[in-house]
């Protein structure tokens, strides 16, 4: 269907072009966006190849083992159930720091690989999992790395300026979501008793 529709789109975009006589300048236009596009591709692609590097760095040299002790209070509290598999506490701590370092691309995988995990196959969404689904979508951000390359890519004066912005909302979304979780499953918990 999505097909169809951008089909559509880009049919009525030509006839548009070539009756109102703009040809020439749609093709320069056209070709300066792709142009743009490549670019800005080419320069996320490193960024998130630098940080997928050294994400895996961290994996390997128990970088993560020890920022998993250090987050341990709160993903025992979070995760109880979860936080009993070193490979689920794992991922889970890889995911949360490539979220706080703004890297949602890098954090994808090991997310996905802890709520295979925290399912176990079931395919059932456990309170765990909707947690951490919650917490992902609220992704607390100290540094938003693909914010700020896209920003210094378009020259940006200050391309950190939105982050005490960023900060104050991800804490706020993150807090509410965290808590709404936690009040949904008390209700749960009582009509289920």
């Not at 960024?47 to 020890?66: D, K, L, Y």
């Not at 954090?107 to 196959?121: N, Q, Y």
């Not at 914010?147 to 104050?168: G, Q, T």
Request: hydrophobic content about 45%; glycine content about 6%; charged content about 15%.
């Amino acid at each position: 269907m999505l097909n169809i529709i951008w089909s559509i789109i880009i049919i009525i975009s030509l006839f548009t072009v070539i009756l109102n006589g703009n040809s020439a300048e749609a093709l320069k236009t056209l070709y300066s966006a792709i142009e743009s596009a490549v670019k800005l591709t080419v320069t996320l692609l490193g960024v998130m190849a630098f940080w997928s590097g050294i994400s895996r760095i961290c994996e390997n040299n128990g970088i993560v083992t020890a920022l998993s002790k250090f987050l341990s209070p709160i993903l025992k509290r979070l995760f109880p159930e979860s936080f009993k598999d070193k490979e689920t506490r794992n991922h889970i701590t890889m995911n949360l720091v490539s979220n706080i370092l703004g890297l949602g691309n890098a954090a994808t995988p090991h997310g996905i690989k802890a709520v295979e995990k925290m399912g176990k196959g079931s395919g059932f969404l456990s309170d765990e999992i909707i947690l951490f689904v919650v917490i992902n979508t609220c992704s607390l951000q100290l540094i938003p790395t693909n914010l700020s390359a896209l920003r210094i890519n378009y020259e940006s004066k200050e391309p950190f300026s939105v982050l005490p912005h960023i900060l104050i909302v991800s804490c706020v979304t993150l807090f509410f979501g965290i808590s709404l979780c936690f009040i949904l499953r008390k209700i749960s918990e009582r009509k289920n008793k």
